[in-house]
């Protein structure tokens, strides 16, 4: 299997798995309008299955040491099959309720509250499994992290007030949107807080002698988002977090191309989620660590909300107080993760 051989490659791949990360959801927003987030996701759970049996079979079979995929697969010790299997569950569970948590508020706003959440709690979590870094450098940068995200939520907060207030002078009613958006904060916050746990169940996947490497972990981890998905839609296609109940037959009523965004998103999330993998992987000189691996693929938490400013306008029309806010939180964010990510550096590696 191909494994990063430098710290600056490391580092390399895991720019990739951010920009992954926080680009997938693009594909959902360019589904119509009228498209689920329940239905969408099945696409986006088959098309994270196919890219882990493509990486597999690629990247995870070739390589100078001959060891392969499916070489790791039998050797592999029943509980680290278990651990990686559950943390495509948790996983799911947490992506599901983001996806839904954008489609109420926005990507500008579920991605900062969500994902940064689950990075501090994984940073953490992570450091006290292996504890790879500075610990100053990551639990300050968490804290700085933790600071983005109020920043965050006070700009949407003023956000919704401000168009409250001018739907109230044009003699307009617009509850709903406030509503709505403290709803998109709260499902956020609980998706954040299941995102944060998966990634310790990764680790410890791959753990001990017969523990898994980073393409079986991703294949044995997308197996857990295939099946986990038919369960839990089950759910929400008859409790939906907004909107009424909907048929699973609806799935087949929409064209090609609307299916075909939701396994494209879910092929580029896998592509993040296997270099992320493959970075934690990384030894000797190439090591940054689970902590520092993770925060940084969470700097898609970055990318994802500029999606949301620049190309999908969900701040449109913000008066000065709330892209003060705006500006603030992703200095702060970028900032956070400058120290995490820079822990390694000035820590026993």
């Not at 706003?109 to 450091?127: D, K, R, S, T």
């Not at 898994?212 to 991703?218: H, K, T």
């Not at 998103?265 to 691996?293: D, H, K, T, Y």
Request: charged share 10%.
């Amino acid at each position: 299997m191909i494994l990063p051989g430098s710290y600056v490659a490391t580092l390399l791949i895991l720019v990739l798995s951010m920009i992954c990360w926080g680009s997938w959801a693009n594909t959902y927003k360019l589904c119509p309008p009228k498209w689920r987030f329940e239905l969408f996701y099945f696409d986006f759970a088959i098309g994270v299955f196919i890219a882990a049996i493509i990486a597999a079979l690629t990247f995870g079979s070739l390589g100078w040491d001959g060891f392969s995929f499916l070489d790791d697969l039998r050797l592999a010790g029943k509980r680290s099959d278990a651990l990686a299997f559950l943390a495509g569950v948790i996983f799911n569970l947490a992506n599901m309720l983001l996806v839904g948590a954008i489609a109420i508020a926005g990507m500008a706003v579920a991605f900062p509250v969500g994902i940064g959440i689950a990075l501090i709690e994984g940073v953490v979590l992570n450091y006290f499994l292996n504890p790879v870094g500075n610990p100053a450098f990551l639990f300050t940068g968490a804290g700085v992290i933790m600071l983005a995200i109020v920043f965050d939520s006070l700009a949407y907060r003023n956000y919704a007030m401000a168009a409250s207030v001018a739907a109230a002078q044009q003699g307009k009613t617009r509850t709903t949107k406030r509503k709505t958006g403290g709803k998109g904060i709260a499902i956020s916050i609980i998706s954040g807080l299941l995102m944060g746990i998966f990634y310790p169940f990764v680790e410890m996947a791959r753990a001990g002698e017969t523990g898994l490497g980073p393409y079986s972990i991703a294949f044995i981890f997308a197996l857990g988002v295939l099946l986990s998905t038919f369960v839990f839609n089950l759910f929400f296609l008859n409790l939906p977090l907004q909107g009424k109940p909907i048929d699973i037959f609806d799935y087949f009523k929409a064209r090609v191309k609307t299916h075909l965004f939701g396994i494209v998103g879910g092929m580029i999330w896998l592509a993040g989620g296997v270099s992320n993998f493959v970075a934690a992987r990384a030894e000797g000189q190439a090591q940054v660590g689970p902590a520092v691996s993770y925060a940084i693929g969470q700097g898609a938490t970055m990318i994802s909300a500029l999606w949301g400013l620049i190309l999908w306008k969900e701040f449109a029309g913000a008066d000065g107080r709330v892209r003060a806010f705006i500006a603030v939180m992703f200095f702060l964010f970028v900032a956070g993760l400058a120290l995490v990510s820079s822990a390694p550096l000035f820590g026993n590696r």
